[in-house]
């Protein structure tokens, strides 16, 4: 099974949080992790925000980024094309997404028709989960 992070989902992996106990066993048992490549910059900007606002240890908030950085070589990521932007406008427009909610289910969509395989979206957003349904991904860890 591809699983597909949306960055709530990627954040979840590496920062205890609501629904990390959901997610961490998904990641383990999923064949290819995928996401997008606007997830990166997403996840370090979450990674500051708590670090911030909640006062993580610095060692704490380094060991987070070097995880993810050590784990990013792993993960098969979507790359933004023109295509796949022009895809993500429309479902914005269709299902009233932010950008980048848009951004990561047309990265889904689009990995599964190269791929062929299932393709399960891992998100935390109430109206991008009913999207992804929508467009018939598995979608959890709801």
């Keep these: ?84 932007v022009k895809a993500a406008g429309s479902l914005a427009e269709k299902h009233a997404l932010r950008a980048f909610d848009a951004i990561h289910l047309a990265s889904s969509l689009i990995l599964r028709k190269q791929t062929g395989r299932t393709v399960r979206f891992s998100c935390f957003d109430e109206r991008l989960v009913s999207a992804a349904q929508e467009h018939g991904l598995q979608v959890g860890p709801f």
Aim: charged residues 30%.
């Design 1 to 84: 099974m591809i699983l597909y992070l949306d960055t709530s989902a990627l954040v979840k992996v590496y920062v205890q949080e609501t629904g990390s106990r959901e997610i961490k066993p998904l990641v383990e048992e999923a064949e290819v992790l995928a996401t997008s490549r606007i997830a990166y910059v997403e996840a370090r900007a979450a990674f500051a925000r708590k670090f911030r606002e909640r006062g993580l240890s610095v060692r704490k908030y380094r060991s987070m980024v070097e995880d993810l950085d050590q784990d990013w070589e792993s993960y098969f990521v979507m790359d933004v094309s023109d295509s796949l």
